[in-house]
């Protein structure tokens, strides 16, 4: 730890000196290691069509443009990104327990992004069926999968998490989506399990919807996707508090509409992503 101290003086009316010390702490934090073969693993999970849905759900129109963006910078970043359409609530678990028993002894880190519609704790498959969100996360905990252990393990979730509105902004879920800007809803109350170098970044705070434009995409993985490529060297922490700066500006034609992000953490250290050779890619 490094300390910085400076002694300001000054004399008063009275001829008399008084010295102030400004001490500031410097924390030498250790980073994550971005040296093996492999980045890791992007699993990406983009549900679109709920036709086939037991409680009325609507498409997620725009959702495409999430899923282009979050593969072009997670490649850029040297990710091996794997894209997975329209999965059952089922599905979606199993294929995050086949994740967990890969062998990433080789990878730096592992990145898990879901977008679907959503309800506090968890989000639906397409076929109206929910999965917690602290159900995804269990196969990465160090207990299960030895070969992540110590590796930061991202998990970003873009779903509404409850039906309320932040104002001063529609909901996408079970709602009217006449609006360009829309959002991925329904209620259910969970939480998520605390355990070692895990990021979850979700697209909105408990209680709350979170909103996607039609041609767009939604305001959280666009802005992150962003921001990624902006400032990929920054760390990560620092790259999520500008995503909630971005997203907390945002509003809708009729400036109601609003989004505060949440990330949330129990890294260990500093997670900076290497600097590609290649050029930052470039987004709609």
Same mark, same amino acid.
């Given at each position: 730890?490094?300390?910085?101290?400076?002694?300001?003086?000054?004399?008063?009316?009275?001829?008399?000196?008084?010295?102030?010390?400004?001490?500031?702490?410097?924390?030498?934090?250790?980073?994550?290691?971005?040296?093996?073969?492999?980045?890791?693993?992007?699993?990406?999970?983009?549900?679109?069509?709920?036709?086939?849905?037991?409680?009325?759900?609507?498409?997620?129109?725009?959702?495409? &443009?999430?899923?282009? *963006?979050?593969?072009? %910078?997670?490649?850029?970043?040297?990710? /091996?990104?794997?894209? #997975? @359409?329209?999965?059952?609530?089922?599905?979606?678990?199993?294929?995050?327990?086949?994740?967990?028993?890969?062998?990433?002894?080789?990878?730096?880190?592992?990145?898990?992004?879901?977008?679907?519609?959503?309800?506090?704790?968890?989000?639906?498959?397409?076929?109206?069926?929910?999965?917690?969100?602290?159900?995804?996360?269990?196969?990465?905990?160090?207990?299960?999968?030895?070969?992540?252990?110590?590796?930061?393990?991202?998990?970003?979730?873009?779903?509404?998490?409850?039906?309320?509105?932040?104002?001063?902004?529609?909901?996408?879920?079970?709602?009217?989506?006449?609006?360009?800007?829309?959002?991925?809803?329904?209620?259910?109350?969970?939480? &998520?399990?605390?355990? *070692?170098?895990?990021? %979850?970044?979700?697209?909105?705070?408990? /209680?709350?919807?979170? #909103? @996607?434009?039609?041609?767009?995409?939604?305001?959280?993985?666009?802005?992150?996707?962003?921001?990624?490529?902006?400032?990929?060297?920054?760390?990560?922490?620092?790259?999520?508090?500008?995503?909630?700066?971005?997203?907390?500006?945002?509003?809708?034609?009729?400036?109601?509409?609003?989004?505060?992000?949440?990330?949330?953490?129990?890294?260990?250290?500093?997670?900076?992503?290497?600097?590609?050779?290649?050029?930052?890619?470039?987004?709609?």
């Amino acid at each position: 730890m490094n300390i910085f101290s400076v002694s300001l003086s000054s004399t008063t009316s009275c001829e008399y000196e008084s010295t102030f010390f400004i001490v500031i702490l410097y924390l030498d934090l250790d980073e994550y290691p971005m040296t093996r073969a492999n980045r890791g693993i992007c699993v990406i999970v983009n549900n679109n069509d709920f036709s086939e849905s037991r409680i009325p759900l609507k498409e997620r129109v725009g959702t495409m &443009i999430d899923e282009e *963006a979050l593969e072009k %910078v997670f490649k850029w970043l040297g990710f /091996d990104v794997k894209t #997975y @359409r329209d999965y059952e609530a089922s599905k979606i678990q199993a294929l995050f327990e086949h994740v967990a028993k890969m062998d990433h002894s080789q990878n730096d880190c592992l990145v898990c992004c879901v977008l679907s519609h959503g309800m506090e704790g968890g989000v639906y498959g397409v076929d109206g069926n929910t999965v917690l969100i602290k159900e995804l996360m269990r196969p990465f905990t160090g207990q299960t999968c030895l070969s992540l252990v110590k590796k930061p393990k991202l998990f970003f979730i873009q779903a509404c998490q409850g039906k309320n509105e932040q104002r001063p902004i529609q909901t996408d879920g079970p709602g009217d989506e006449t609006s360009n800007v829309c959002c991925d809803a329904k209620v259910y109350r969970e939480s &998520i399990p605390s355990a *070692a170098d895990f990021v %979850v970044g979700m697209a909105t705070l408990p /209680d709350y919807v979170s #909103y @996607r434009e039609r041609s767009n995409g939604t305001w959280y993985i666009q802005s992150l996707c962003q921001n990624l490529a902006k400032f990929v060297r920054m760390d990560l922490l620092s790259i999520l508090t500008k995503v909630n700066d971005d997203v907390s500006k945002r509003t809708d034609d009729t400036q109601l509409k609003k989004q505060m992000p949440l990330p949330s953490f129990s890294l260990r250290k500093r997670m900076v992503f290497p600097v590609p050779e290649e050029s930052p890619p470039i987004f709609k």
